[in-house]
């Protein structure tokens, strides 16, 4: 009797589908070919919806939801897929960002979450900085603050940290009154994907004023600057490259976008003068 062959089963054929790279969504998403493109962008981008939330977050009191920010975030996100241009040269990421930190900040604002108090304590620092700025003809230390003041430094330093919200939104709110409602910068500055010669000139006029401002400030303000918002660097992470405390790291951010908010804010009654003068 001849033995029993048993032939081997057949290999099974694994297929593996590639991930489809964001081009190959973006091209299906704009060709509309399928329902679920859209929320596979999302899904992509979500992580970017963190990143903000989680540079925002280390400045929110207890009282906000960070829940109901972050919805909000997924919202923007949302918003700015349908709204994206892919020809208009800019990198989706940024156009993202900048409507994602707007739908936060937006609703952070109807929230009302920073109070008044602390608005006019950063509305008082500004005013002694212009005063000393146009005295000492550069950007006063943070001693001569303290003293115009009439504080001790670590009072100032103190006093930086509770103005330290206010700071945050500052930059962001750039052409609105710290105390009332305003537009923020991502509606002063001009959309990519929608831009005229009025809003080009505008952003052009913005940046310039910001980067001369930048080249004024002291180095180390400049550099936490840059490592925060080009570098996209948490401040605790910043804090160990100088082995500084975040606390000092934010107090040094803090001063400088004030300075910043200050100088804008000289420029423009500086200009408001001007055209009074000439209506009159």
């Not at 991930?19 to 979500?46: C, F, G, M, S």
């Not at 115009?148 to 700071?167: F, H, K, Q």
């Not at 100088?242 to 107090?251: A, G, K, Y």
Request: with cysteine; glycine share 4%; aromatic share 6%.
């Amino acid at each position: 009797m001849s033995p029993c062959i048993v032939e081997p089963p057949e290999p099974k054929v694994v297929t593996t589908v590639p991930t489809p790279t964001a081009q190959e969504l973006w091209q299906r998403y704009h060709r509309r070919a399928e329902d679920n493109v859209e929320n596979e962008l999302v899904e992509k981008y979500i992580p970017l919806v963190s990143a903000v939330m989680g540079r925002l977050a280390m400045t929110l009191p207890d009282h906000v939801d960070r829940d109901d920010l972050y919805s909000v975030g997924l919202v923007g996100l949302l918003q700015a897929l349908r709204n994206f241009d892919p020809t208009c040269g800019t990198s989706f990421e940024a156009y993202a960002r900048l409507r994602v930190r707007g739908a936060m900040l937006d609703e952070l604002r109807r929230l009302d979450w920073v109070p008044r108090t602390v608005h006019e304590k950063a509305r008082k620092i500004k005013e002694v900085l212009i005063q000393l700025e146009q005295k000492l003809g550069k950007t006063p230390t943070e001693a001569q603050m303290a003293k115009a003041l009439g504080i001790s430094v670590s009072e100032y330093a103190s006093l930086l940290d509770e103005v330290r919200p206010a700071a945050f939104v500052c930059l962001d709110a750039a052409g609105a009154e710290d105390a009332g409602e305003g537009s923020a910068l991502h509606d002063v500055i001009a959309d990519q994907t929608e831009e005229g010669p009025v809003e080009k000139t505008s952003q052009r006029e913005l940046k310039k004023l910001v980067f001369e401002r930048l080249k004024e400030l002291p180095e180390m303000q400049r550099k936490v600057l840059a490592l925060y918002y080009i570098e996209d660097m948490h401040l605790r992470e910043i804090a160990e490259v100088f082995s500084l405390t975040e606390s000092r790291i934010c107090q040094i951010h803090s001063q400088a976008i004030l300075a910043i908010r200050a100088y804008l804010q000289r420029f423009e009654s500086g200009m408001a003068g001007g055209q009074n003068s000439a209506s009159s």
